[in-house]
């Protein structure tokens, strides 16, 4: 199957101004982005969707490939779907976050190589074990529980599945695991994107905020890859601070 990255690449940013332009080591956060996903093997062209001129500067200073998309799109995946209408000859297509530079390669090819194998699923995304219980009561952490065939249930910013009894340590260190935090890599049918952008917001996304619950509502297929650790995306000050100290200390 032929595969497409794109990231969506958005230039306001509510809790850190620009994050995408911010630099480190020489290179701003988004063009080390786009090198880990470049690194991936699944991976046939990456093109960045960008919303605003100076993203699309930044990707042609570095020689990558970027589209300016509608100002009308509403999320990263509604851009993806404005790549995908233009793309009939690609079959998936890989959403990587521009605020995440450290994301592993091996990760990406990891959730396309699911979704090529699994004709039964629409997405494929990845999640990773949570054992810290203060992870689970944190919002910002979104949690996913998966049925058989690693067939995803439910994401939710609340803790689940819930525990009646309370959570012990018992709980948090199963094997295998009972609490995973959703990753928020995901790979597409080009089907399902040209469907995603002609769909209202349902009901549990608006109330979540989760486009993935769009997806559930609907009936839709998603199946999740266990992957060991979540990437550490920037999304404050602090975020990217420390991955200026991790990057300049390699």
């Not at 969506?8 to 290179?27: C, F, M, N």
């Amino acid at each position: 199957m032929k595969t497409m990255i794109v990231i969506p690449a958005r230039l306001a940013s509510s809790r850190l101004s620009e994050k995408l332009l911010l630099r480190a080591a020489g290179k701003s956060i988004l063009q080390h982005t786009y090198e880990a996903a470049k690194r991936a093997a699944i991976t046939d062209s990456i093109i960045v969707a960008a919303d605003d001129p100076r993203i699309v500067a930044e990707v042609d200073s570095f020689g990558g490939e970027a589209r300016l998309t509608s100002v009308d799109c509403q999320s990263g995946t509604d851009r993806l779907a404005e790549i995908a209408f233009k793309h009939s000859d690609v079959d998936l297509f890989v959403n990587v976050q521009g605020d995440e530079p450290e994301i592993s390669p091996a990760t990406i090819d990891a959730v396309a190589r699911l979704l090529a194998t699994r004709p039964d699923a629409d997405i494929a995304t990845a999640a990773c074990p949570i054992l810290d219980e203060s992870k689970l009561h944190d919002p910002a952490c979104v949690k996913v529980v998966m049925g058989a065939n690693d067939r995803a249930i439910l994401f939710s910013r609340a803790s689940i599945p819930h525990v009646r009894d309370g959570i012990t340590p018992a709980h948090l260190q199963a094997s295998p695991p009972i609490f995973w935090q959703h990753i928020g890599l995901y790979a597409y049918r080009r089907d399902f994107l040209l469907w995603f952008a002609t769909q209202p917001a349902g009901r549990l996304e608006q109330l979540e905020k989760l486009e993935q619950l769009r997806a559930i509502e609907a009936g839709k297929t998603i199946v999740v890859t266990a992957i060991e650790s979540s990437p550490p995306g920037i999304d404050t000050l602090e975020d990217f601070r420390e991955f200026v100290a991790r990057i300049e200390n390699q």
